[in-house]
C-alpha cells in the first residue's frame, strides 16, 4: 500500500511563489510506486485547498481560475493515524473527504511554515512529517537564535547587533552607535526572520545604515546587523540525516550581481517553470527554484577549504538538532581566510536536489530518504512517554480550592 503524501505549499511568506515551484518539484519527482502526493496548497488567505490542478505549473498563472478548481479543505483527525482533508464546506450529500494523508512534506519557504508553526501543528495531529522539528525549524529561522546556539558551540559566526521596533523608536542614535561599534562600516542589515533576501540592505555611513535599518524593519519586527566581509565568496552545502548521522552534499559557489545576493538572483537567474518552462526537475534546465541561480557545483574551492566548509555545514545541523534536508550558506573571507556560517535554510528551495545530484543521489532518492527519516523519527517517539496515566483532579486535599495549605499556586 503506498503512504500518501501530503505536500504542504505556498504560504503566506514573501516566498510563496518559490514554495510552489520546490513543491511541485518534489512530487514530480517522488516515487510513484512507494508514494502518493497528496497536493496541499496554502493560499496567501491562509485558505487551503487540493486537487489535481494543482499538480501544474501552468495553472497557477491565472490564480483566481486555478483556486475555484481547486478544491477547498479544512484538515481533520481520522483514524489510524491518517489525517482526512474535508471539503469545505461539507456537502449534504456523498463524499464528505476530498483526501486523505499518512505523512506530511512540508515545502513551505519562510513565515509561517520554516518557522515551526506548520510543525507544531502536525505535531497536534500526530502526523508524521519530513524535516526539522518544531525546535529546530524555530531555532534555524531567527539568525539571532541561531547564532547563540552556533557561537555555544564554537561554530565561528560574524558578530551582531540586534533589536527590536521598540528598541529603535525609544533610542535610535544609541542603537546606531552601538551598531558603528560593533559591526563598523560597511554593515549589513537584515531581518531576523527572514529568508530569500527579502529586507536586506547595506550601508557604507550612518545615513544608510539608518535608512537599511528603517527598510528592515518594514518587513520584521526583529532586525540584525553585522559587518560585511568585503573581499568574501558565498559557497553552500546541503546537509542530509538527522541527530544520529548526517552527510554534506557537494559544495556550490553562489555568483551574484550586486554586492550581495538579491532576491533575483536566487530566483530568477534563468528561464524555467517562473518563466513559463517546465517544473519537471527530471527534465532539461530543472527549471525555477534556487538552482536557476548562476553558480559554480562543484565550487572550485582547496581541498582543505572543502573539508572546513562540509565540517561547519555538518556542525550546523546537528547543533540545531535538524532533520532531514537543510542548505548551509557559508561565507569566506578570502583576505583573512575565515570562514564563517552565516545562516541555515531548513526548507531550501527545491530542497537543495541540484546538490545531490552530482554526487549520484536523484531527487526521487531524496525525497525517498526525506521521507524515511520523518518515519523513523515517528518511530522514535511512540517509544517515549508524553503523559502520565494519573487523575489529579481525583486525588484527596487539592481541589478547586487549592492544596490543603490553602495555595492556590
Known amino acids: 500500500m503506498k503512504t500518501r503524501v501530503g505536500v504542504f505549499f ?9 514554495s510552489v515551484i520546490s513543491a511541485l518539484q518534489a512530487m514530480q519527482a517522488m516515487d510513484q510506486q512507494r508514494y502518493e502526493p497528496v497536493p ?15 499538480f501544474n505549473i501552468e495553472n497557477f498563472k491565472d490564480l483566481k481560475q486555478l483556486l475555484q478548481d481547486a478544491q477547498k479543505i479544512t484538515a481533520a483527525k481520522g483514524e489510524e493515524g491518517a489525517v482526512l482533508l474535508q471539503k469545505d464546506p461539507q456537502p449534504k450529500f456523498g463524499k464528505k473527504t476530498a483526501a486523505e494523508i499518512d505523512f506530511a512534506l512540508p515545502v513551505v519557504h519562510g513565515t509561517f511554515g520554516e518557522d515551526g508553526v506548520l510543525q507544531g501543528m502536525f505535531e497536534l495531529y500526530d502526523l508524521p512529517y519530513a524535516g526539522c522539528d518544531v525546535t529546530a525549524s524555530a531555532a534555524g529561522m531567527d539568525k539571532v537564535k541561531m547564532k547563540q546556539v552556533l557561537r555555544d558551540q564554537k561554530v565561528p559566526v560574524l558578530p551582531e547587533v540586534w533589536l527590536y521596533t521598540s ?12 551598531m558603528e561599534s560593533i559591526a563598523g562600516y560597511p554593515a549589513i542589515v537584515k531581518p531576523a526572520n527572514l529568508g530569500s533576501s527579502v529586507g536586506i540592505g547595506t ?3 550612518r545615513a544608510e545604515l539608518e535608512d537599511a535599518v528603517e527598510e528592515a524593519f518594514q518587513f520584521t519586527t526583529k532586525v540584525i546587523v553585522e559587518p560585511m566581509i568585503q573581499n568574501m565568496r558565498e559557497v553552500n552545502c546541503s546537509v542530509l540525516g538527522d ?15 550586486e554586492e550581495i545576493l538579491s532576491y533575483q538572483d536566487k530566483y530568477q537567474g534563468g ?10 526537475p527530471q527534465k532539461g534546465g530543472s527549471s525555477g527554484g534556487m ?30 538538532g535538524c532533520n532531514g534536508v537543510s542548505r548551509v550558506d557559508i561565507m569566506m573571507d578570502e583576505d583573512t581566510g575565515q570562514v564563517y556560517v552565516n545562516e541555515i535554510n531548513t526548507i531550501p528551495g527545491s530542497l537543495s536536489f541540484y546538490l545531490w545530484e552530482p554526487a549520484g543521489k536523484d531527487f ?40 490543603k495549605n490553602g495555595s492556590k499556586s
Open 10 to 18: 505556498g504560504g503566506v511568506s514573501v516566498e510563496h511563489e518559490v
Open 40 to 54: 496541499v496548497y496554502i493560499a496567501k488567505d491562509r485558505t487551503w485547498y487540493t486537487g489535481d490542478v494543482l
Open 167 to 178: 528598541d529603535w523608536a525609544e533610542n535610535r542614535e544609541g542603537w546606531l552607535e552601538q
Open 203 to 205: 550601508a557604507s555611513n
Open 243 to 257: 541527530y544520529e548521522s548526517a552527510a554534506p552534499s557537494v559544495i556550490e559557489e553562489v555568483l551574484k550581481t
Open 271 to 280: 528561464g524555467g517553470a517562473k518563466d513559463g518552462g517546465s517544473a519537471d
Open 291 to 320: 538552482e536557476n541561480t548562476d553558480r559554480i557545483i562543484p565550487a572550485e574551492i582547496a581541498e582543505e577549504k572543502r573539508e572546513t566548509v562540509e565540517d561547519l555545514a555538518v556542525r550546523t545541523f546537528k547543533a540545531l
Open 364 to 403: 526521487t532518492q531524496l525525497t525517498h530518504e526525506l521521507i524515511q527519516l520523518g518515519l523513523k523519527r515517528k518511530r522514535e517517539r511512540e517509544r517515549l512517554t508524553f503523559s502520565i496515566d494519573s487523575n489529579l483532579f481525583a486525588m484527596q486535599g487539592g481541589g478547586a480550592k487549592g492544596s
